[in-house]
Each structure stands twice: as structure tokens, then as C-alpha cells.
């Protein structure tokens, strides 16, 4: 009963909020009544774990809040009516839905009661706040590139300030940790909750927040103090390299951020024997060879960043939840790398050397078996047939991406070869992981 009435109470106040919104929409900026919706609705949300006692409570209530917000989106009554106080903005945006998802998926996860209250209450005031200081004080604008969205700096200070205190607050009073490692373990959730915010756009921050913030404090909470700073030291490290990097590639200030969050999270949920993978792609991405002064003045976006390794973050993260697939997992991580290495090493052999097709693959997948393929061989202790299975794909990838580069124009790079790369590497890795499992069942012994 006590759950019945929990989610009524939820449901009527996003009625009533979007009410008041829409009632108030003259005096405020559609951005305006979008952050009012979002900050009664996450202050709602962070009282679910006192009041609701069943995990199928949120999840029913989730479903209904997504089917009420996409029938927002279809029906031209609605459109026109209460929903413009949450669509009014230009901008395509599923954040809406992907907090409510953000929501219930923490919810379901959380063990403890800190482990949801802390993303969720990111979630709910960092974005907020840092957007009203973002607008109104923010004067340096980090995106330098039309297909970034506009991030002051001065938002993203505020962003990482508020996350701080989010995550201070709840570990203080919540948790028996001593006081350094409370303030170790929310310096580094600011750090990077404030970098998934400046790279994110079209609402995504609203997913990957809570759900990366939950990652971390899981893998985290436990560590005593010198492995966070082990962390930390580490994190500063990647910083200046990446920072360094920037002067010889032709990445945007948000790209280097990307980079870094990338390799935040693969250090945080993975350990070196993960990070050495990416590392090894981004510091072969335009320095060796050299870029030339024609493909320094392609500018990239950070979504070059996000080709590359959103298919090996997904296997990090799947592994992390299912530990029992880890070394299986850890193949597939490497393989994604390997094959992006391996494209982009024959995508500017052809474009900017003029080197033949032959010759272009040849090398390119010459390199990702030396640099990446190899050592994941000597540290994994990969079979023949699992090393073979490896190498069959890496042609398999290459073969596919020479067809690209003949349907594509790799000098004019855009969101139509990032989604084709992303797709190409995301099958032929999700194949890879698959048969090789299958074969593990078979035989037993694979890996």
C-alpha cells in the first residue's frame, strides 16, 4: 500500500509540476521550465528509497513516466498543450526519458542507500546549477567545432564544485569511510562527473552520469586511501600526456576531454591491464606518423574519440557487472582497439600518404597486431584458437573498411563515418565475443 501510494504521489507531481511550468511559461525561458521539471522531479526521486520498499515499484512507475513522455512527443494535443514546458527548447533532447531510465536502473543496482542518492543528486543540481551559471556568467565557450554543443568553462567549474559537495555530503554521514578517503573519492567523482558534462550533448549527460558515478563508487568505495591517490596520480599523468598530445593532433579542446574521460573510466573500472589498450590507440592517432599540415586542418570533433572506444567501454562495463565473462570480455576490449587501430592507420596511409590499398592495409593491420594484438596475447594467455579467431576478425574488419572508405569520404569525416565505424567495429567485436563464448561452452578451455 505504502508503495501504491509512493507512486501516485510520483505520478501527480510530474503532472502537477509540467502544470505549473506551462501556467508559468510566459515568465520563463523554455530552458527555464525544462530545469524546473528536472529539479522537482530528481528531488522526488531521492526520496524513492525511504518511501518505496519494492524494486518493481520503479520499475512500473518508470515505464509509465516514459510512455506518458513519449506520448507527449506524438500527440499534437499534448505537443502543444502541458509538453511545452519540457519540449519548448530547440534542441533535440531525449534527457527526459533517459533520466527517468537513469532512475530506475540505479534503483534496481543500489545496494546501499548512498550508492543511489549520490548520482541521482548529481544528476539533479550540478546540471542544474552549472546551466544557470553557464548562461549567465559564462563567457569561455570550449566547443570549437559546429557538431560539439556550447560548454562554458565557467559551468563546468561550477559543475565539478556542486558534484563534490553531492558526493561529500552522503559519504560523510552515510558511510563509516575515514574522512581523507571521503574527500579522495569525491574530488575524483567531481572530476568526472564535470567532464561527462561538458562532452555530452542531446541529454546524454542525464544516462551516463548516474550510471558511471554508480560504477565508480561500487569499484571504489572499498579502496583504502593510497590506491585513490594511486588513482589520482595516475589521473594526472593521463591529463598532462593528453594535453601534451593535443599540440600535434588536430583534436578540439573537448576531444582531450573525451580522451580523458575515457581513459578515467577504463583506469577506474578496469586497472592499467585495461588502460594500456586505449592508450596505446590514442597515442598512435596522428603522431606516429606525424599529421600532415592538410589533415592538421581537419578539425575533429570529440565524436572521433567516441568512435574509437565506445565499443571497448561497453565491454569494460559489461565485464564489471558480470565478472564471470571478464577474460572473455578483456579479448574483446582489446579486439575493438586493434581494429581501430588497424583503420585508422590504413584510412590516412591511403588519404594523406598516398600509399595503395594494399600497402595501406597491410600496414595498418601489421601495427595493431604488433602494438595491440601481441602483448593482449602474452597477458591474457591466449589459446591458438582464440588467437586465431582474433586475427580472422581484425582481416574481416579491414576488408570492411576499405569498403567504407570507398562509399565514404574519410577526408570529410562526419556523423556518417563515426556511425558507420561504430557499427562495423560494434558487429564485428559483438560476433567475435559471441562465437569465441560458444566455442568456450564447446571446449571448455578457449581462453
Known amino acids: 500500500m505504502i508503495d501504491l501510494i509512493s507512486a501516485a504521489g510520483v505520478l501527480l507531481l510530474l503532472g502537477g509540476v509540467m502544470l505549473i511550468a506551462?501556467?508559468?511559461?510566459?515568465?520563463?525561458?523554455p530552458e527555464g521550465s525544462r530545469k524546473t521539471i528536472h529539479l522537482t522531479m530528481g528531488c522526488a526521486a531521492l526520496v524513492l528509497p525511504f518511501v518505496v520498499e519494492h524494486v518493481m515499484t520503479v520499475v512500473f512507475l518508470g515505464i509509465i513516466a516514459v510512455a506518458f513522455l513519449l506520448l507527449m512527443r506524438i500527440h499534437k494535443g499534448l505537443r502543444a498543450g502541458v509538453a511545452t514546458a519540457l519540449l519548448g527548447v530547440e534542441r533535440k533532447s531525449l534527457g527526459d526519458i533517459y533520466f527517468v531510465i537513469s532512475i530506475v536502473v540505479v534503483f534496481a543496482l543500489h545496494k546501499s542507500t548512498f550508492e543511489y542518492i549520490i548520482p541521482i543528486a548529481i544528476l539533479t543540481f550540478a546540471d542544474a546549477i552549472a546551466a544557470l551559471i553557464g548562461v549567465s556568467?559564462?563567457?569561455?565557450?570550449?566547443?570549437?567545432?559546429?557538431?560539439e554543443a556550447a560548454k562554458s568553462r565557467e559551468g563546468s567549474v561550477m559543475f565539478f564544485i556542486v558534484a563534490f559537495i553531492c558526493a561529500l555530503i552522503p559519504l560523510q554521514l552515510m558511510t563509516e569511510i575515514g574522512r581523507a578517503e571521503v574527500l579522495a573519492i569525491s574530488f575524483l567523482i567531481g572530476f568526472l562527473a564535470a567532464i561527462i558534462e561538458a562532452v555530452t550533448r542531446h541529454g546524454n549527460d542525464n544516462l551516463l552520469l548516474p550510471l558511471l558515478t554508480y560504477s565508480f563508487l561500487r569499484e571504489n568505495i572499498a579502496q583504502p586511501l593510497e590506491n585513490l591517490l594511486i588513482n589520482f596520480g595516475v589521473l594526472a599523468v593521463m591529463?598532462?600526456?593528453?594535453?601534451?598530445?593535443?599540440?600535434?593532433t588536430n583534436l578540439t579542446t573537448l576531444s582531450i576531454a573525451?580522451?580523458?574521460l575515457v581513459g578515467y573510466v577504463v583506469m577506474v573500472l578496469g586497472g592499467f591491464s585495461w588502460l594500456w589498450i586505449p592508450l596505446i590507440l590514442f597515442l598512435t592517432f596522428g603522431i606516429f606518423p606525424m599529421m600532415k599540415a592538410e589533415e592538421k586542418q581537419m578539425t575533429q570533433s570529440y565524436k572521433v574519440i567516441e568512435s574509437n572506444s565506445i565499443v571497448g567501454v561497453l565491454c569494460l562495463y559489461v565485464a564489471v557487472f558480470f565478472p564471470q565473462f571478464r577474460e572473455l570480455l578483456y579479448i574483446s576490449f582489446s579486439l575493438s582497439f586493434a581494429i581501430n587501430l588497424a583503420i585508422n592507420a590504413y584510412s590516412r596511409m591511403l588519404n594523406f600518404s598516398n600509399r595503395s590499398v594494399k600497402i595501406s592495409a597491410s600496414v595498418g593491420f601489421i601495427r595493431a597486431v604488433v602494438l595491440i594484438a601481441l602483448p593482449t596475447y602474452l597477458i591474457a594467455g591466449m589459446s591458438w584458437i582464440t588467437t586465431s579467431l582474433y586475427l580472422v576478425f581484425m582481416v574481416i574488419s579491414i576488408v570492411f573498411a576499405v569498403y567504407l572508405n570507398k562509399k565514404y569520404d574519410y577526408k570529410k569525416v562526419g556523423d556518417t563515418t563515426y556511425n558507420a565505424n561504430k557499427i562495423m567495429v560494434g558487429g564485428v567485436t559483438a560476433a567475435f565475443t559471441v562465437i569465441l563464448g560458444l566455442l568456450g561452452e564447446i571446449f571448455y578451455v578457449v581462453l
Open 239 to 248: 591529463a598532462l600526456v593528453i594535453f601534451a598530445v593535443q599540440k600535434l
Open 137 to 147: 556568467y559564462g563567457r569561455y565557450n570550449m566547443a570549437k567545432h559546429d557538431q
Open 22 to 29: 506551462k501556467y508559468f511559461s510566459k515568465r520563463l525561458t
Open 258 to 260: 573525451y580522451s580523458l
